[in-house]
T-cell receptor, first 116, second 114 residues
Framework: EPEVTQTPSHQVTQMGQEVILRCVPISNHLYFYWYRQILGQKVEFLVSFYNNEISEKSEIFDDQFSVERPDGSNFTLKIRSTKLEDSAMYFC??????????????FGSGTQLSVL | AQSVTQLGSHVSVSEGALVLLRCNYSSSVPPYLFWYVQYPNQGLQLLLKYTTGATLVKGINGFEAEFKKSETSFHLTKPSAHMSDAAEYFCAVSLASSARQLTFGSGTQLTVLP
């Protein structure tokens, strides 16, 4: 079965540094997402992306966050100036359908971000 | 706004025993409901989902869940646990109009004892 690939699996960075998390969605998918899970907390929606623009975002997704599809295959999440509280597992997902009952999200295995 | 509550962060069952993972939701509009499983070092994998129609939904690996509107529940069951079922299970809800934006529960870690 096709899968969503995320790199790196672990990322360690210093507070205040920029970090880019990378994802390769499934090739024929049109919708892309980022979710995160802080240790011991729920998986939370960050942002969805379609047709080269953000379609939905949560309150968590503030000006420090940005997403990009730079080359038609990768989908990236950038955090401009990391904070300690950004430490979390970040999941990328993609889907094919345009919403409704047929929507199915495929998730990557996550990138564990540790901000020191 | 919608929310999900999973009762029991850790559940242990013996191999061959019934698996029951509880999920209750709240939603102001008819929801779509999902169960995802996460095996170690892997991504979230969809087990099953309820959108409309039959309230008993069958998923992969012998799991099923029943949507009970009167109880606002969507509990996950499997008649006979297998060692390979050990994983973390997440219940999630979305609005029917925006199935892409999932609200997850806090997860239940299932341990299967030999």
């Amino acid at each position: 079965e096709p899968e969503v690939t995320q790199t790196p699996s672990h990322q360690v960075t210093q507070m205040g540094q920029e970090v880019i998390l990378r994802c390769v969605p499934i090739s024929n998918h049109l919708y892309f997402y980022w979710y995160r899970q802080i240790l011991g907390q729920k998986v939370e929606f960050l942002v969805s992306f379609y047709n080269n623009e953000i379609s939905e975002k949560s309150e968590i997704f503030d000006d420090q966050f940005s997403v990009e599809r730079p080359d038609g295959s990768n989908f990236t999440l950038k955090i401009r100036s990391t904070k300690l509280e950004d430490s979390a597992m970040y999941f990328c997902a993609s889907s094919e359908a345009r919403g409704g009952a047929n929507e199915k999200l495929f998730f990557g295995s996550g990138t564990q971000l540790s901000v020191l | 706004a919608q929310s999900v509550t999973q009762l029991g962060s850790h559940v242990s069952v013996s191999e061959g025993a019934l698996v029951l993972l509880r999920c209750n939701y709240s939603s102001s509009v008819p929801p779509y409901l999902f169960w995802y499983v996460q095996y170690p070092n892997q991504g979230l994998q969809l087990l099953l989902k309820y959108t409309t129609g039959a309230t008993l939904v069958k998923g992969i690996n012998g799991f099923e869940a029943e949507f009970k509107k009167s109880e606002t529940s969507f509990h996950l069951t499997k008649p006979s646990a297998h060692m390979s079922d050990a994983a973390e299970y997440f219940c999630a809800v979305s609005l029917a109009s925006s199935a892409r934006q999932l609200t997850f529960g806090s997860g239940t870690q299932l341990t299967v004892l030999p």
